[in-house]
């Protein structure tokens, strides 16, 4: 907890120590809530810190709070996480954070910034809500089920899940209940449809309008911070991403027993109806709901469809080579390595608004929930269906851990060969916003 600074100091030092742990704690808070693993967040704020002038920095980072000392023994601060970051917050973070390593804001100003970027308000206006979440709805569909009837469906529930989306904001306890009334809604649609003979499929059907919800990055972030080490978050990350499961399991199986669906009909059944090229298509829409969605600037948008289609290429040739598992690795690996590479090429391009729409097109909650829905329906099949389920969600979590270990690698080799690029971009950057600023 922050501690009061000595009076006896006349050299600005205690006031200066002060108002660098407020600011590397509050950065560590706030690229905490954009969803970065609170172990990478560890490394980030301890070199930010060396690179400021306090080598003995010492920080532990949970997913709900930072603390932070400038060396042992010494005042520590304390910093909430806070609610979660728009992709387009996050994108200014990520400047923020450079402009301060380079030299180029101060402690003050940086402290200043992060406040703004907190209280900004969407890019968008609150309808976008809903063609966003039925771009997200369709171009899934086309990824996972693509046929006529299915996207259709799923674009109809999304619109209703978007609804009580609106409906639940700033409402504590629909909030919390949300999981499961939305996957009752989209289901009684869903299910309803295929009792009606519409479309077949309906169990991957009902994943998409769901999958903006659903608590993969949590499940896989939480892994990865187990293999980390970082083992209170990780685990913690995990129970809480299991109970959102269970809780849209909950949904769909009562939407299932209400329509009186039989059991056969909610195996896992993949419809490919349209062209081969529907999936590449469905990609390039999920990236334009993405934008939308998070408030993320379009002039993104060129970086969000490169990764998500060599996401989507490395996750198709692992299944055809290796099976459910191998995908979701592989995808898990080009993703994390192709954000890294990206921000490496452009410093102030923010990784993680790059990174994270790929974990809607792995879909390792929706699979999880797909995953305890079949064993409430058809408890027969219970231990194929969990391993199954495990064992994609695990090889996306261990892809996370490869990816970086590899991206790490790939950073310390430019680094050596070029360690004033980023400086010069973030100084061009800076440059740029200070003449928009200005007219």
């Not at 200014?92 to 301060?100: C, I, K, N, S």
């Not at 334009?288 to 998070?294: D, Y």
């Not at 040739?317 to 993703?335: E, H, I, N, R, Y």
């Amino acid at each position: 907890m922050e501690q009061s600074p000595p009076a006896t100091r006349t050299d600005g030092g205690a006031d200066e120590d002060v108002r660098l742990r407020r600011l590397l704690t509050s950065l560590g808070a706030a690229m905490t809530a954009a969803g970065q693993p609170t172990h990478e967040v560890e490394t980030e704020v301890v070199g930010l810190a060396a690179g400021l002038g306090r080598p003995d920095a010492q920080v532990a980072v949970a997913p709900t709070l930072v603390t932070l000392a400038l060396g042992r023994g010494e005042p520590a601060s304390v910093a909430a996480t806070g609610g979660p970051l728009r992709l387009d917050q996050t994108a200014d973070l990520v400047v923020v954070r450079y402009q301060v390593s380079a030299g180029l804001l101060t402690p003050a100003a940086a402290l200043d910034r992060i406040a703004e970027i907190r209280a900004k308000v969407p890019r968008y206006p609150g309808w976008v809500l809903f063609p966003g979440w039925l771009l997200v709805s369709v171009g899934i569909t086309a990824v996972l089920q693509p046929g006529w009837a299915n996207i259709g469906l799923a674009a109809v529930a999304g619109l209703l899940v978007a609804a009580l989306v609106r409906v639940a904001a700033g409402r504590p306890l629909l909030t919390t209940l949300l999981p499961t009334l939305a996957a009752l809604v989209a289901g009684l649609v869903i299910f309803g449809a295929a009792e009606a003979g519409w479309v077949i499929g309906p169990l991957r059907t009902l994943l998409p309008p769901l999958a903006v919800l659903l608590p993969g990055a949590l499940l896989t972030t939480g892994i990865a911070e187990l293999a980390a080490g970082a083992m209170v978050a990780g685990s913690s990350r995990l129970a809480f991403g299991t109970v959102q499961v269970l809780l849209f399991a909950l949904g769909v199986i009562v939407a299932a027993r209400i329509v009186g669906v039989p059991a056969p009909m909610l195996g896992n059944i993949a419809v490919r109806d349209l062209a081969p090229w529907a999936p590449v298509a469905g990609v390039l829409v999920l990236a334009v709901g993405v934008c939308l969605l998070e408030s993320a600037s379009f002039r993104l948008l060129p970086w969000i469809v490169g990764l998500l289609l060599l996401t989507f290429a490395a996750q198709s040739l692992g299944q055809d080579l290796g099976g459910l598992a191998v995908g979701p690795f592989l995808g898990a690996v080009v993703a994390t390595l192709g954000a890294r590479t990206a921000e490496l090429i452009r410093p102030t391009l923010p990784r993680l608004v790059v990174f994270l729409p790929s974990f809607w097109l792995l879909v390792p909650g929706s699979l999880g929930v797909l995953g305890v829905s079949q064993i409430g329906l058809d408890p027969t099949n219970s231990l194929a269906t969990a391993s199954q389920a495990v064992g994609v969600i695990t090889g996306i979590a261990l892809g996370l851990v490869v990816g970086a270990a590899l991206a790490q690698a790939l950073a310390r080799l430019v680094a050596r060969r070029g360690p004033g690029h980023a400086r010069r971009v973030v100084a061009r950057h800076a440059a740029t916003t200070e003449r928009r600023s200005g007219r």
